[in-house]
């Protein structure tokens, strides 16, 4: 099963990562305490749509910009699952086991 | 501000409606309360990622279509909050005041 909150959260870390600030920094200017952010980023808690709309706005990330990539990496994620059921040969191991695990054991690993 | 529940629960509540079935069909396939379904499709609940993604199952909506359709509302309703603040004329009165509602107090309607 592909997760929202774990997508939501590579994303959200991969932003911040990418402006080169740390943990405290964010949490600090989105006024979320700096353990629910490293939670959320590591797809550990659920962000309530308020505390999401504020860590985006922290990051002068719009909202729908990180849906978006979101919905490109779960639509990746979606078609990754598919095939590793249906041509388990054309995905490579570690990631058909990184999927299967995802997937919640729909999918043995070879 | 806008709420990424309320937009999710538009297009879940949007999809199902589509496909003519009830509160009670789609909850009761989800395995989620018609209640917590109900609250969720009004944007008043939170959708944990498992429940939102068992309620896509039980549309047969991959949850990648449900966050691209929302990416893509959120898009127009942050332009939309953009263009009320600085040309409130440009948008109609009735959508300027539900814009700014959902813009938590952003913009004063005219």
Chains 1, 2 share one sequence.
Do not use: F, W
């Not at 911040?16 to 600090?28: A, D, M």
């Not at 922290?58 to 978006?68: H, K, M, Q, R, T």
């Amino acid at each position: 099963m592909v997760l929202l909150r774990q997508e939501i959260g590579d994303v959200l870390r991969h932003a911040r990562r990418q402006q080169g600030r740390t943990l405290r920094e964010v949490s600090s200017q989105a006024r979320v305490s700096l353990g629910y952010l490293s939670e959320v980023e590591r797809g550990q808690k659920e962000a309530s749509s308020e505390l999401l709309a504020s860590i985006c706005g922290a990051l002068d990330v719009p909202l729908s910009s990180v849906l978006s990539e979101v919905s490109q990496r779960v639509a990746a994620a979606e078609n990754l699952v598919v095939d590793a059921v249906r041509v388990p040969d054309t995905v490579p191991d570690d990631l058909a086991k990184d999927v299967a695990l995802r997937a919640g054991g729909l999918v043995s690993a070879a």
